[in-house]
């Protein structure tokens, strides 16, 4: 089972594990204040994470070891689909709410996040439908495809009401890449992003402010995006995350205040250890250390799309494209929150943050894209020696 190891890609797994490496010592920095506030144990939080990790890499190495068709079963990902659909209505009924949202599962210590599953299950599922489409009629036209997607958008809208903006938005990224590369002609892409943004401008923005006080008090997504279009001007309630943020950013400066310094980790962030880690990373390590791990990343990413263009078989292509679409939007936003480009929606930084749902989903997708690695340089070699 584990001979694949042999041809293990080490320029996706060493970026993996140092990224990891420094997100358990940034996790057990910025968790320090809030383990005390909750009566947790200084190394509370660091335990936890190093198992997540731990469990990760056996869960990355098992993944790359496992045979794709599994992957790839017609019945099996339709009773996927299906129970995930019954658990996030469950969840929209019943879950427990975290930060304005319904979507968590609490099994005593442990809380699981289901949307983070449904990225990995998109991705697998839209390559499956998308390849077996080709295989039957040569290519996979967006009309043809339609009805696959149904369930997938029932997901999505599921995810969107838990209110979970920022999972959504990553679910549908990925399909919309999937689909992009899968020959969807661009101008339908191209015109559905513009009225995208035409209607954040032009109509939500606008109504947003001018909502009652009473509305938004009772909003935490709501609360956010305020903070976000007017930070300083709600400095002391909503915009106090995003300016306590920039300050975290700017006390880093170039090489950081050095780790354990952190001021903005004692009760001035909130989620220093999942949401906000970034801020914390840049105050602590500086401009420097985000740039490394921000470049970690890419090379990851960059890898990924090379190894998609490489293959010949459609539903490894699109596997290694969602899975590459997967880390650079969630990235993105959680990147892009912290600093004000966009409106923070609660969305961690791949294998920084502290979480066992978004760690388990990552490694899943990174061990599947191992696999595809591994068996394209099988069957490279199998070429070169049949060839000699």
């Not at 080490?10 to 997100?23: D, E, K, N, Q, T």
Request: with cysteine; hydrophobic share 50%; proline share 3%.
């Amino acid at each position: 089972m584990w001979k694949k190891l042999h041809y293990m890609d080490y320029g996706l797994l060493v970026p993996y594990l140092i990224i990891s490496g420094i997100g358990v010592v940034m996790v057990y920095s910025s968790s320090s204040y809030v383990a005390a506030q909750n009566g947790i144990t200084p190394t509370g939080y660091l335990i936890k994470q190093l198992i997540w990790v731990v469990l990760g890499i056996f869960i990355t190495l098992t993944c790359m070891n496992l045979k794709i068709a599994y992957f790839k079963q017609t019945k099996l990902l339709g009773t996927l689909g299906f129970a995930m659909l019954i658990v996030l209505v469950g969840l929209r009924l019943v879950g427990q709410s975290i930060n304005g949202a319904a979507g968590w599962i609490i099994l005593g210590p442990v809380s699981i996040q289901p949307a983070e599953f449904c990225k990995f299950y998109l991705i697998i599922y839209l390559a499956s439908i998308i390849a077996q489409r080709e295989a039957h009629f040569g290519v996979a036209r967006f009309s043809e495809l339609g009805s696959q997607f149904v369930m997938l958008f029932a997901m999505i809208f599921l995810i969107f009401i838990q209110p979970d903006l920022g999972g959504a938005t990553i679910n549908l990224a990925i399909a919309a890449v999937i689909l992009f590369a899968s020959g969807i002609p661009y101008f339908v892409g191209v015109g559905t992003f513009a009225g995208a943004v035409a209607a954040f401008e032009w109509v939500l923005v606008p109504l947003m402010s001018r909502l009652p006080q009473s509305v938004l008090n009772n909003s935490y997504q709501l609360r956010r995006f305020l903070g976000f279009l007017n930070p300083f001007k709600t400095a002391s309630g909503a915009g106090t995350q995003l300016v306590n943020s920039y300050y975290a950013i700017s006390n880093g400066g170039l090489t950081g205040v050095g780790i354990g310094n952190s001021l903005q980790k004692r009760g001035y962030l909130p989620e220093p250890n999942t949401d906000f880690i970034m801020s914390i990373t840049a105050e602590e390590l500086g401009l420097i250390g985000v740039l490394l791990i921000m470049g970690l990343l890419l090379v990851m990413v960059i890898r990924m799309i090379y190894i998609g263009v490489r293959s010949n078989n459609t539903f490894n292509t699109l596997v290694c494209y969602g899975v590459a679409a997967y880390l650079t939007i969630q990235a993105f936003i959680n990147v892009g929150g912290i600093v004000g480009l966009i409106p923070i929606t609660g969305v961690t930084f791949p294998f920084m943050s502290y979480g066992g749902s978004s760690m388990m989903v990552l490694t899943l997708s990174l061990g599947l894209v191992l696999n595809i690695s591994a068996l394209e340089k099988m069957d490279r070699l199998n070429t070169v020696r049949q060839a000699g």
